[in-house]
């Protein structure tokens, strides 16, 4: 009774992801240090103007001296881990069809549902490391170890996805978590990231801290931590312990997907880790954390006395809804900062987020909701990532020139950068929910589903709240279109070949998403019959 | 009868070294409470039939990691300044007040007929082999055999993590 290849089957896009990384942290053991006395000009070495501007560093910065050992080329990581990460997201897609199985002894299952929240990773993964290629070659930070900690968090995510038992969960989630506080702290100059990262480490063991205490109740009623045991018990009745366990698995999960009153660290962390890594927390720690909560409030709490009962779930997770679209909303507006500003509007799409996941306590539209969440967890993981994209070639330049983040650096950026300036307002217009975007589909299907539960207020306190979003996500337009040029910048004209990639991917996806959500919505047909019943 | 003793002996003091390690101002203190709140909670489990698990424990807990603890403290070597004052805000005495009332009316709800004499010591001593060598390492490498590998990963993780965290600025 150990585990055989099917197993292995099931977790393949897991496997794939920590192989890639393993890849590359051993590749980095046969990297050698140039000397250009020997060989010349080779090695990433500035030749043409352009790239020779590009390179004036900011102060601190490592390599910053003409040294004669220049650092090897590293050019290839960002290529070899995306390559990684399209072959997870073949994997996970290839297996969609695929009938439901449990593996490793029910710990775990690979299911629809697992399988599109894998490939939605997979995904993000992919766009991030084209994001992050341009950005750390220009701050000469390339390192085998972020992308190897980038795919190591994206193979705990996946394992998120497909985990059946509160033990698994928990160390997938470390994985996770581990590696995105590691990744927050990578870019160490100055106090703010370090600041960040320690926040967010602390904050972040103190969440896991709650879950852990929730899983350790389960287990003290049920006397079992398989998610399908926890319903069994439950259906013979629950108990207080019951209720408090689902209540700080609820609460435990409500920090990492950053819900009002859980939010305090997102402003900070957004807004000091690198903007690659940001854009890659926004999209897929959120698609793993809503992964999890749904398998756990479904899978394990999905009775609909635990649901809908007086002590059920549901109207935890509405108050949650409720506070997190207003509060992050109302916050968003005075942020003069485009990254604080995102990291404000994440946790209000959050709060929508949450919408479609109380409107799953009903037996009922409970298809409507997940494939809602669903598609509003790839929408705006695909918008999310390319906001943050264009926000890191912007940051990059103001790296290099020492300036603060502000909306007055992105005055008039359609004159010097209009490509840049199109990609940036299309992302702005699709997380504000205007169609035909991918943010106004997910934002319809969520609504959509939230009036058929019968959760009527709580639509329209989205909508009400949509509406407010709108004011500070067109101020970035207005900047970008509208104001006079400040500062005029020599850099602009340097090559944006795997960010442009990334950004005409994500623009490309958020069209498609908003033009014709038919298709993604057959995809996640597979992932919504798991959880029917 | 006397297990019930013994519980009370082991929970009361387990608990309250635990929060010596949180209250302590001097590093040395909290990692000695440490040791202690480590070695009573051993004591617990072999209440719960978990022989094994309690020696591990010892060995390991109270014994190996805690004298890691003990040499980054020493290697540390805070002075009397820097440990910072003791200040009793408003929020502190809130918090620490509104801990201890959830704690104790999860554990007065819930866990109030669970321990001693209640359902998971029951399920420990129904099962043969609980507890031993043969049944912990049959629950490690087959029933949860996806955490235990998942847990290798997370360890690989922890180390390139700390070398990133811990090298030069980049």
């Given at each position: 009774m150990s585990f055989n290849a099917a197993d292995l089957q099931g977790v393949l896009p897991a496997i794939i992801l920590s192989v890639g990384a393993l890849f590359l942290l051993t590749s980095e053991v046969f990297l050698r240090n140039v000397r250009p006395a020997v060989l010349g000009h080779a090695g990433g070495i500035p030749t043409s103007p352009a790239e020779r501007v590009e390179a004036k560093l900011p102060p601190g910065a490592q390599g910053a001296s003409p040294s004669a050992v220049t650092p090897p080329d590293r050019r290839y990581q960002a290529w070899v881990a995306a390559a990684f990460a399209a072959l997870g997201l073949w994997a996970s897609l290839a297996q969609l069809g695929d009938p439901a199985i449990a593996i490793f002894n029910g710990t775990a299952a690979s299911d629809g549902f697992a399988r599109v929240v894998a490939a939605v990773v997979c995904g993000s993964l992919l766009l991030s490391c084209l994001v992050a290629f341009g950005y750390l070659e220009a701050l000469r930070a390339t390192r085998g170890e972020f992308y190897a900690l980038a795919l190591f968090s994206a193979s705990g995510m996946c394992l998120l996805g497909q985990a059946t038992d509160l033990i698994v969960i928990f160390i997938a989630l470390e994985v996770m978590s581990l590696a995105v506080y590691c990744l927050s702290a990578y870019l160490r100059r100055g106090n703010r990231p370090a600041e960040a990262a320690f926040k967010y480490f602390v904050l972040g063991s103190f969440a896991s801290a709650i879950f852990l205490y929730g899983a350790a109740l389960a287990y003290g009623a049920t006397?079992?931590?398989?998610l399908v045991d926890i319903a069994a018990a439950l259906r013979g009745g629950g108990s207080g312990l019951l209720w408090a366990a689902a209540a700080l698995l609820v609460v435990g999960f409500a920090f990492k997907v950053a819900a009002v009153p859980f939010h305090m660290w997102v402003p900070d962390v957004y807004d000091g880790a690198p903007a690659p890594v940001t854009g890659f927390m926004a999209a897929a720690v959120k698609v793993a954390a809503f992964a999890t909560l749904v398998r756990i409030l479904l899978g394990g709490f999905g009775d609909p006395v635990a649901a809908l009962g007086a002590h059920g779930w549901q109207r935890l997770v509405v108050w949650l809804a409720g506070l997190t679209m207003v509060v992050g909303n109302l916050l968003a507006i005075p942020q003069r900062s485009v990254k604080r500003m995102l990291a404000y509007s994440s946790i209000a799409h959050a709060g929508y987020l949450l919408v479609a996941v109380a409107a799953m306590a009903g037996p009922l539209p409970r298809q409507d909701a997940i494939g809602g969440l669903l598609f509003y967890l790839a929408s705006y993981g695909a918008t999310v990532i390319g906001a943050f994209g264009v926000v890191a070639i912007i940051e990059r330049k103001l790296a290099l020139s020492g300036a603060g983040d502000d909306l007055s650096s992105w005055a008039g950026l359609s004159e010097r950068h209009p490509a840049l300036a199109a990609a940036m307002s299309l992302f702005m217009v699709s997380l504000a929910g205007i169609p035909p975007t991918a943010g106004f589909m997910a934002k319809l299907t969520v609504f959509r589903a939230a009036v058929s539960a019968e959760l009527v207020p709580l639509a329209v306190l989205g909508v009400l709240t949509s509406v407010g979003g709108l004011y500070y996500y067109l101020r970035v337009v207005v900047y970008v279109y509208m104001m006079p040029t400040t500062k005029p910048d020599a850099v602009m004209g340097e090559r944006l070949v795997a960010a442009g990639l990334a950004l005409i991917g994500c623009a490309v996806l958020v069209v498609w998403m908003g033009v014709q959500p038919g298709a993604f919505a057959s995809v996640a047909q597979n992932a919504v019959a798991v959880f029917s019943r | 009868m006397t297990e019930s003793v013994f519980f009370w002996i082991f929970a009361v003091l387990t608990v309250l070294l635990a929060a010596q390690v949180v209250l302590r101002r001097n590093p040395v203190h909290a990692a000695v409470s440490l040791v202690g709140a480590f070695f009573f909670l051993s004591g617990i489990y072999l209440l719960l039939a978990a022989q094994l698990i309690a020696i591990l424990q010892v060995m390991v807990y109270a014994g190996a990691v805690m004298v890691l603890f003990v040499f980054v403290i020493m290697l540390l070597n805070l002075k009397e300044e820097e440990m910072g004052h003791e200040r009793l805000t408003a929020w502190k005495i809130i918090g620490g007040a509104s801990i201890v009332v959830t704690t104790g009316l999860i554990a007065y709800l819930a866990l109030g007929n669970a321990y001693p004499t209640g359902l998971l010591r029951d399920m420990a001593r129904t099962q043969p082999g609980f507890g031993s060598v043969k049944g912990v390492g049959q629950a490690l490498y087959i029933a949860s055999v996806l955490p235990f590998e998942v847990t290798s990963l997370l360890l690989t993780i922890a180390v390139v993590g700390a070398v990133v965290v811990a090298k030069g600025k980049i």
């Open positions: 006397a079992s931590t398989r | -």
